[in-house]
């Protein structure tokens, strides 16, 4: 008999342990859960779905709206991943979501872990790039993939002065501390606006390593490396102005560091928009492009329907921003 089980962030161990035997990312870990956690808020838990021999997990957040609650896969690539096909899951996953009461869920998904067999594809939409690496080839024969400039640049670093830095305490020091001046340059989304208690513990996460550039007395650039035994990501990198100039030596030495750990996949993120200079940097390391998609679910449709009228949103509209009662740009405008 099919079984469901939501295991909170306050059992790790229990966590730790739905995810072994199936191959995950870095967001579907605890460790990445509590940390956005710790800046969210959002009652947040790993749902379990267990069918015989079958396992499918995905963690999920709640969150409050007008006395009604919807659901959202915390910041990163996640979504629901498994160690078998399950064709019965979406109707199982749908029965679950209304037994809770929720009234739609957006669930991001990650490209190299889909199951199609988990979701119907009438809530699949597609909207945006990764690019990823596969590690299992050769260093020799990634470097041959390479863009022609980039591969120049890859060896004029391995032929000239070593500007990296390794010194812990002095890269989580200058996380810390340059991380939300680094967005706000960047005029970043609310999505980064992490709490400080999100960036002390991820800099201190055991599945997180930290790599720095400039001069051993100034570290001008940190990048963070976060990764599970299946798949390494290019988590963040903050830079001081003028410090972007490391960002390509700091992209090749995480590449390094995930192989060493025989990771098969490195995955790069996107651009900020499709196609832009964020995303061509890094389509020139000989990247694969893969299409980023999520689910938006609706289990609820009557008060879907009454909490998008109320905010000034058609309920019929799935193009953008989802759920879009919950939209900052709907709330000011049913202001008006």
Known sequence: MPMHRCIPLASPAEWREALNGIRH?????WESCYAMHLTTGFPTYLYCFEDGETRIVCPLSERQYEGHVDIVTPYGFSGFIGNSDCPAFPREWTRFARERGYVCGYIQLNPLLENHTYFSSNELHRYHSLYVLDLTRSIDEITARLDRGRRKQIQAIANGPAHLVFDCQALRRFFLEQTAAFFHRKNAARLYQFSEDTLSFLASAENVALVGAGAPEQVEAVALTAYTPYIGEAFLQISRPGGERYAAEL?????????????P????GGGVTEHDGVAAFKARFGTTRLALGCLKQVYNPSAYALLCRQAGREPTDLSGYFPPYHDP???E???V
């Open 25 to 29: 990312a870095f967001a579907h870990t």
């Open 333 to 335: 405008s049913a202001h």
């Open 265 to 268: 996949w490195m995955n790069l």
């Open 329 to 331: 740009r709907a709330r």
């Open 251 to 263: 992209v090749w030495e995480r590449l390094k560091f995930l192989k060493s750990r025989q990771i």
